[in-house]
């Protein structure tokens, strides 16, 4: 099934497991870039810099590219938070990437795309997203449309404890309405050309 074929007025709790938290694991040592992806909740934020702060301790990673400005429903900077929390943190500043000027998942991407392409870390390069779980697939097929040019490679990095886990969204009827709305947003920007379908 592709995920236009999925029937938007009845997503069942299957559906959202395999469009949402369905995410492979590779196993690396080091990178190019890690990704972070902002959030404008910081108890959900702050999961994400947790985990990677302690990618950052234990593994090579040679940029780190923090995205996000004031979100739509926001009411801070999430990428300039973001950098204060990682230098409290003893990660060093010049390995540190800003794109603050984003608002919503798309212009987070098209912007990192900028920044990745500025300082040459797309082509023949790993590259870590990290974001929650329910996020990352919107992600990628953004990532992965405006990069058909290019070889790289993705990883996909998520805090193994969430707000929004499959087992509370599951339980909890508005983040399930989130899960929801997630995959019709997908199905929609699918519509309109801005990413490609694909088997879930």
């Not at 097929?141 to 990095?157: A, P, R, S, T, W």
């Not at 947003?185 to 801005?194: A, S």
């Amino acid at each position: 099934m592709k995920l236009t074929e999925i029937n938007t007025e009845n997503i069942t709790n299957e559906i959202i497991k395999n469009v949402l938290f369905n995410t492979p694991k590779t196993y690396y040592q080091e990178t190019d870039c890690l990704i972070i992806f902002g959030c404008h909740i910081k108890e959900i934020l702050t999961e994400r810099l947790d985990h990677a702060i302690k990618i950052l301790k234990t593994k090579k990673i040679k940029k780190v590219l923090l995205t996000g400005g004031v979100g739509v429903n926001g009411n801070f900077n999430e990428s300039k938070y973001m950098k204060d929390i990682l230098l409290k943190n003893d990660i060093e500043e010049d390995k540190i990437l800003i794109e603050d000027k984003s608002t919503t998942t798309e212009e987070n991407i098209i912007n990192s795309i900028e920044i990745l392409k500025n300082n040459n870390l797309i082509e023949n390069k790993t590259i870590i997203l990290l974001s929650s779980q329910a996020h990352l697939r919107r992600i990628k097929m953004g990532l992965e449309k405006q990069l058909k040019d290019y070889d790289y490679k993705l990883i996909y990095e998520y805090p193994k404890v969430s707000l929004i886990s499959y087992e509370n969204i599951i339980n909890n009827n508005e983040l399930r309405n989130l899960a929801v709305n997630q995959i019709k947003k997908m199905i929609t920007l699918i519509q309109k050309g801005n990413i490609d379908d694909e088997e879930i």
